[in-house]
């Protein structure tokens, strides 16, 4: 059990990940390295005494109010750019548990997507969880290549280094189950209900099968995968039409009242 090892340790909380991982926690690994360890460290303990890395952690409390399992890109990013006091196989085996514990979607997602009449916000939920999948690949993979480096690496073909491909392929299979909900015919992220298209669809409709948003802000959240997402829509010009049109539609934004979607730019929501 990691608990604090000496008086120099620190514990962390306020873990607001779904309003971080994006931006602020990959600005820490540039100017806070030290912080982002501890940090990290303190992910793994909250894993051990809790169960689940951090989604939406408040004062030592685990709120799970947002969406997606977002801690393991923190963990990704940070190792991959070389910030690594910790102990990465218990992060990654952590890494793995929380991404297929039976709860908010997860199971149906493994099979390919979320369907609607299952779990609320199903869209969202598809999408970044493919996200977070890439991370655990990008994490199985680094770790691979780190022992493959080092002097005292595993032989090829031995179990460690199987165990670690074998991870790699399937998380980075299971990244690309955001192209399930995209719909070729409106060139939009879609709600399922098994093999059916959610209708009547209306991309500026606000509904419960997209987190604080709707499909217009939804659809281009593959941030691991743009060039497959750019072909999908059907090459660097149509992709480059439909990222204008996110700022210049003059559609108004429809459905229920969500408080959360302000400073409209088009359909832009910041």
């Known amino acids: 059990i990691h608990v604090l090892e000496n008086n120099n340790d620190k514990n962390y909380t306020v873990f607001s990940l779904w309003d971080t991982y994006r931006a602020t926690h990959p600005l820490f690994t540039l100017v806070q390295q030290e912080k982002t360890n501890e940090f990290i460290k303190t992910f793994l303990r909250q894993y051990e005494q809790g169960g689940d890395l951090p989604v939406w952690e408040l004062a030592g409390n685990e709120t799970e109010c947002m969406i997606g399992y977002h801690s393991v890109s923190v963990i990704s990013d940070a190792y991959t750019k070389g910030i690594r006091n910790y102990d990465a196989i218990d992060l990654l085996n952590a890494m793995i548990a929380t991404s297929k514990f039976d709860e908010y979607g997860k199971k149906s997602f493994r099979n390919g997507f979320i369907s609607s009449d299952e779990e ?122 439909w990222l204008d049109s996110l700022f210049t539609t003059t559609q108004k934004v429809s459905g229920r009242q969500q408080a959360d979607i302000t400073g409209l730019i088009g359909q832009y929501a910041h």
């Open 120 to 241: 609320s916000e199903s869209v969202s939920k598809t999408l970044e969880y493919a996200y977070d999948d890439f991370c655990i690949a990008q994490m199985a993979k680094s770790i691979l290549n780190e022992n493959c480096k080092n002097e005292n690496s595993v032989p090829t073909g031995t179990s460690e280094e199987v165990v670690l491909n074998n991870l790699h392929q399937e998380y980075t299979k299971s990244s690309y189950h955001f192209c399930n909900l995209f719909d070729p015919q409106s060139k939009f992220m879609r709600a399922r209900r098994g093999g059916q298209w959610h209708s009547p669809f209306d991309p500026a409709e606000v509904n419960f099968n997209y987190t604080e948003a709707n499909s217009w802000q939804y659809s281009l959240y593959a941030p691991h995968a743009v060039n497959t997402l750019c072909e999908m829509i059907g090459g660097k010009d149509k992709f480059e039409n």
